[in-house]
């Protein structure tokens, strides 16, 4: 498809698993992103990449959170030791602009549900 | 103190009726202001960019106020299917890829 690509849509961890969510951005966007939204709220940033390049981490919740994406396209979003706080949708976007991240593609989110 | 304020509402609007809101930053340094639509269990996607002389988009205005650091977004005429949680962006004023979202007003027009 030509939009953003999450996988999987839908994830339930028992407390202290490891997770891997998968993002497949729209084919020549430079830029990708990771928010986290909990029910009710609306997105939190996590962290961006100018291709392989992770230019801000700030929002990561703790040194659990890992995101990658080696060569500039797919990107992981890795949560070590799941905690019920982790549960939330996290969404991926891409941007092609380099210099301002106006519009958004966003995927339709992986939904991570923490027991 | 959040960095993106808005009201949550909901804002119940009769189908044909005008609804406007509003939502404040706290940062002065963003440049850049965004209105984006979210449909329930849905994405969130860009409805319009917010420029300072303010603009409009067909049925949507939205307008900047930096002094007073909020921006509006007007609905008119407003059709069953712009029911939606409305949220406010503006871009963090020292990285330009952190972009701060609200938690968003949810607007349910009814027939």
């Known amino acids: 498809g030509a939009g953003v690509s999450q996988s999987p849509r839908y994830k339930v961890a028992k407390r202290g698993q490891d997770v891997a969510l998968r993002c497949d951005p729209i084919?020549?966007?430079?830029?990708l992103f990771w928010y986290q939204q909990a029910l009710g709220q609306g997105p939190e940033f996590l962290t961006y990449?100018?291709?392989?390049?992770?230019?801000?981490k700030s929002g990561l919740p703790s040194d659990r959170f890992f995101a990658e994406r080696p060569e500039g396209s797919v990107s992981t979003l890795k949560i070590q030791r799941t905690q019920q706080e982790d549960s939330a949708v996290y969404l991926c976007?891409?941007?092609?602009?380099?210099?301002?991240?106006?519009?958004?593609?966003f995927g339709e989110g992986s939904r991570l549900t923490v027991l | 103190r959040k960095e993106v304020e808005q009201d949550p509402g909901p804002f119940n609007v009769p189908e044909g009726a005008t609804v406007a809101f509003n939502c404040t930053y706290s940062?002065?340094?963003?440049?850049?202001f965004f209105w984006y639509r979210q449909d329930c269990r849905k994405e969130p996607k860009l409805l319009m960019s917010?420029?300072?002389s303010g603009n409009e988009d067909g049925r949507f205005t939205a307008q900047l106020n930096r002094a007073s650091q909020y921006i509006s977004l007007l609905i008119r005429d407003s059709k069953l299917s712009d029911s939606a949680t409305y949220l406010c962006?503006?871009?963090?004023?020292?990285?330009?890829?952190?972009?701060?979202f609200g938690a968003g007003t949810q607007v349910v027009v009814t027939p």
């Open positions: 917010v420029y300072s």
């Open positions: 084919s020549g966007h430079v830029s």
């Open positions: 990449f100018q291709n392989e390049a992770q230019l801000d």
């Open positions: 962006v503006v871009t963090s004023g020292d990285s330009w890829g952190k972009l701060q």
């Open positions: 976007a891409s941007s092609s602009s380099r210099t301002w991240a106006g519009e958004l593609f």
């Open positions: 940062n002065s340094a963003s440049q850049s």
